[in-house]
Antibody, heavy 121, light 112 residues
């Protein structure tokens, strides 16, 4: 079955960077996209961007341009999201979600368990 | 960015009764292929979101048929024909017609 297993919780200081991983299994890795969505404590969902797992092409939300980098390693079927210049309001649970690849648009059909990133001095 | 507005934000429901959630977008979600790029997700307490409805009205695999989605353009509705205890959580609509994809604020369904 499809599984997305994310890395564990992290505590980072303001200004630092964090890299969250998303290990995929149960499907043809390079046939899909992975999206990253975050959720601040007590708040709703916010889409950050997407990566084509085949080509590595990315699309980022304008809000995160210059601070977010999404990559993948096809040899270990793992996607990564790195966020730099961390601020206190980046404290959130970060989810990876697989795109179903049902045309014509993105549909998040499987989600990771989430990774809590806490920004604290 | 497309703004998604849900109502109500809180929805207390008696088990066995129906429930309805509205989602409105600031721009049409109709794709030029004729599809409405509007999906519904449920986030149960302490869990990751799960897909319920995609492209406006298609139930995801394993979703009970008491859930249905309807609407077109800018106005959409999620209906639960008979609410069960396991349906508690926060329901989100999302648009995927235009990047950045955006979510509604969420509707918290609770059992009376």
């Amino acid at each position: 079955q499809v599984q997305l297993v994310q890395s564990g919780a992290e505590v980072k200081e303001p200004g630092a960077s964090v890299k969250v991983s998303c290990k995929a299994s149960g499907f043809g890795f390079s046939d899909y996209y992975i999206h990253w969505v975050r959720q601040a404590p007590g708040y709703g969902l916010e889409w950050m961007g997407e990566i084509n797992l085949n080509s590595g092409d990315t699309n980022y939300a304008r809000k995160f341009h210059g601070r977010v980098t999404m990559t993948r390693d096809t040899s270990i079927t793992t996607a990564y999201m790195e966020l730099s210049g961390l601020r206190y309001d980046d404290t959130a649970v970060y989810y990876c979600a697989r795109d179903s690849m049902i045309d014509p648009t993105a549909i998040f059909d499987n989600w990771g368990q989430g990774a809590l990133v806490t920004v604290s001095s | 960015d497309i703004v998604m507005t849900q109502s109500p934000l809180s929805l207390p429901v008696t088990p066995g009764e129906p429930a309805s959630i509205s989602c409105r977008s600031s721009q049409s979600l109709m794709h030029n292929g004729g599809y409405n790029c509007l999906d519904w997700y449920l986030q149960k307490p302490g869990q990751s979101p799960q897909l319920l409805i995609y492209l406006g009205s298609n139930r995801a695999s394993g979703v009970p048929d008491r859930f249905s989605g309807s609407g077109s353009g800018t106005d959409f509705t999620l209906k639960i024909s008979r609410v069960e205890a396991e349906d508690v959580g926060v329901y989100y609509c999302t648009q995927t017609v235009q990047i950045p994809y955006t979510f509604g604020q969420g509707t918290k369904l609770e059992i009376k």
